[in-house]
């Protein structure tokens, strides 16, 4: 076969192969800022530290409507109710649809409803029969002010009464033996870092867990739309749902301790219709905080918020008047979807398996790039050749009166060689 054949060959070769993207994903562009629909609460919260801005293109996750710190509602829907949340978001549980949302995206701090994440990374991985013994370790960097199941150390639990004393009375201590009885070797932060590994499984791209508690910690921060997956996540579960379900649990006696009864601080549960379980949160830095789920009419509809003040409504009441909105819309409006972990892994192959795959990539473009570059890298390929030919024909004719050496082993070569 001649120089130029061959030189053809490879050219038509290259020009042929589906092209790989190699750059980085198109970032879509923030949508057009509407105000979100806000109550000046009677008394100003104290001031925060801002958090750290989030990028483009986690900011249109799950859709490029939910790319605002405004207000998402779908065209033509009513307005959404005027809250102090800084922001919530309204999904469907069983669709996937996201049905609006103020900020969706943005980071703020979770309080105790972080207790989600730690539901949602540990409970498939626990026995719930299994029994704990409780360390003054675990209990001795919590305030007795603050809320507590109530174990005592040397106390022995099992794992079901602790899930029910951290989901009933939002248990720092029941978080921190469940957190270190799930991270094994690596004890309470290997339970935190089992709530990271779990956040990034769900696409919670917002969210990073400092303490299993949702108590405050250095760069803890969640988002509305990520607790709505976080929500999904573990409402998937029968057993979180019978748990966040039960209003009043007794925690049996043992060794000479009497048993004790916690009755859940959710008080949707017997106020709005349809409520299947919420979680509240608070501190002086995150304000209230909410997750909660309510059926009605065959539709599971999630609303999470964040900074919520104690007056005019409280997060309670804010969520009720969200599931409303909510409840009102037709079944097929949304503003974006939740993603999926499947969707999530997608995403964390290498780009050249996941081709054009990437959410908001134009690939016609990006396979026209790479066509325009290989068959840029083909042409030089040919000139290689052509100018080759005196050489390769030189070679030819030495070659007829040296000796003709061995070829390398496959041994003998270095690991860089192919």
Same mark, same amino acid.
Not at 146 to 171: A, D
């Given at each position: 076969?001649?120089?130029?054949?061959?030189?053809?060959?490879?050219?038509?070769?290259?020009?042929?192969?589906?092209?790989?993207?190699?750059?980085?994903?198109?970032?879509?562009?923030?949508?057009?800022?509407?105000?979100?629909?806000?109550?000046?609460?009677?008394?100003?919260?104290?001031?925060?530290?801002?958090?750290?801005?989030?990028?483009?293109?986690?900011?249109?996750?799950?859709?490029?409507?939910?790319?605002?710190?405004?207000?998402?509602?779908?065209?033509?829907?009513?307005?959404?109710?005027?809250?102090?949340?800084?922001?919530?978001?309204?999904?469907?549980?069983?669709?996937?649809?996201?049905?609006?949302?103020?900020?969706?995206?943005?980071?703020?701090?979770?309080?105790?409803?972080?207790?989600?994440?730690?539901?949602?990374?540990?409970?498939?991985?626990?026995?719930?029969?299994?029994?704990?013994?409780?360390?003054?370790?675990?209990?001795?960097?919590?305030?007795?002010?603050?809320?507590?199941?109530?174990?005592?150390?040397?106390?022995?639990?099992?794992?079901?009464?602790?899930?029910?004393?951290?989901?009933?009375?939002?248990?720092?201590?029941?978080?921190?033996?469940?957190?270190?009885?799930?991270?094994?070797?690596?004890?309470?932060?290997?339970?935190?870092?089992?709530?990271?590994?779990?956040?990034?499984?769900?696409?919670?791209?917002?969210?990073?867990?400092?303490?299993?508690?949702?108590?405050?910690?250095?760069?803890?921060?969640?988002?509305?739309?990520?607790?709505?997956?976080?929500?999904?996540?573990?409402?998937?579960?029968?057993?979180?749902?019978?748990?966040?379900?039960?209003?009043?649990?007794?925690?049996?006696?043992?060794?000479?301790?009497?048993?004790?009864?916690? !009755?859940?601080?959710?008080?949707?549960?017997?106020?709005?219709?349809?409520?299947?379980?919420?979680?509240?949160?608070?501190?002086?830095?995150?304000?209230?905080?909410?997750?909660?789920?309510?059926?009605?009419?065959?539709?599971?509809?999630?609303? !999470?918020?964040?900074?919520?003040?104690?007056?005019?409504?409280?997060?309670?009441?804010?969520?009720?008047?969200?599931?409303?909105?909510?409840?009102?819309?037709?079944?097929?409006?949304?503003?974006?979807?939740?993603?999926?972990?499947?969707?999530?892994?997608?995403?964390?192959?290498?780009?050249?398996?996941?081709?054009?795959?990437?959410?908001?990539?134009?690939?016609?473009?990006?396979?026209?790039?790479?066509?325009?570059?290989?068959?840029?890298?083909?042409?030089?390929?040919?000139?290689?050749?052509?100018?080759?030919?005196?050489?390769?024909?030189?070679?030819?004719?030495?070659?007829?009166?040296?000796?003709?050496?061995?070829?390398?082993?496959?041994?003998?070569?270095?690991?860089?060689?192919?």
């Amino acid at each position: 076969m001649t120089v130029n054949r061959i030189s053809a060959v490879a050219l038509s070769v290259v020009l042929s192969t589906p092209a790989l993207v190699t750059g980085s994903p198109a970032r879509a562009a923030a949508a057009p800022f509407l105000p979100c629909p806000a109550v000046k609460p009677p008394v100003a919260p104290p001031a925060a530290p801002a958090p750290p801005p989030v990028s483009p293109a986690d900011l249109a996750v799950g859709g490029d409507a939910l790319a605002t710190a405004g207000l998402a509602i779908p065209p033509g829907a009513p307005t959404a109710p005027a809250v102090t949340a800084t922001s919530w978001v309204v999904a469907d549980l069983d669709s996937g649809a996201v049905l609006g949302g103020c900020g969706p995206h943005e980071r703020r701090t979770p309080a105790s409803v972080q207790k989600m994440l730690l539901a949602a990374a540990l409970m498939p991985h626990l026995d719930p029969a299994q029994v704990v013994e409780v360390t003054r370790a675990d209990l001795q960097d919590l305030d007795p002010a603050s809320s507590l199941m109530g174990v005592v150390p040397g106390g022995r639990y099992s794992v079901e009464s602790l899930w029910l004393g951290l989901l009933l009375k939002s248990g720092n201590d029941a978080a921190n033996v469940l957190a270190r009885v799930g991270g094994g070797a690596a004890g309470r932060q290997g339970g935190v870092q089992a709530m990271n590994d779990e956040a990034h499984r769900l696409g919670a791209n917002q969210t990073h867990a400092a303490t299993p508690s949702g108590l405050d910690g250095p760069g803890q921060y969640t988002s509305a739309y990520d607790l709505a997956l976080i929500a999904r996540a573990t409402y998937a579960r029968a057993d979180f749902r019978r748990y966040i379900a039960t209003r009043v649990a007794q925690i049996p006696a043992e060794s000479g301790r009497p048993g004790f009864a916690i !009755t859940h601080d959710n008080t949707l549960l017997d106020h709005y219709p349809g409520t299947l379980g919420g979680k509240t949160g608070f501190t002086d830095l995150a304000r209230q905080t909410y997750v909660g789920v309510a059926e009605r009419n065959g539709r599971r509809l999630a609303v !999470t918020l964040l900074g919520a003040e104690t007056a005019p409504l409280g997060s309670l009441g804010e969520a009720a008047a969200l599931l409303d909105w909510g409840f009102a819309l037709s079944p097929g409006a949304s503003v974006g979807r939740l993603v999926t972990p499947d969707e999530q892994k997608k995403q964390d192959r290498p780009i050249a398996q996941v081709k054009s795959e990437h959410n908001g990539q134009d690939a016609g473009s990006s396979a026209l790039s790479s066509r325009t570059a290989l068959g840029a890298g083909a042409a030089v390929v040919l000139a290689v050749l052509l100018l080759a030919t005196p050489w390769r024909r030189k070679t030819a004719r030495r070659a007829a009166v040296q000796p003709v050496r061995s070829p390398q082993s496959a041994d003998d070569r270095s690991p860089a060689e192919p």
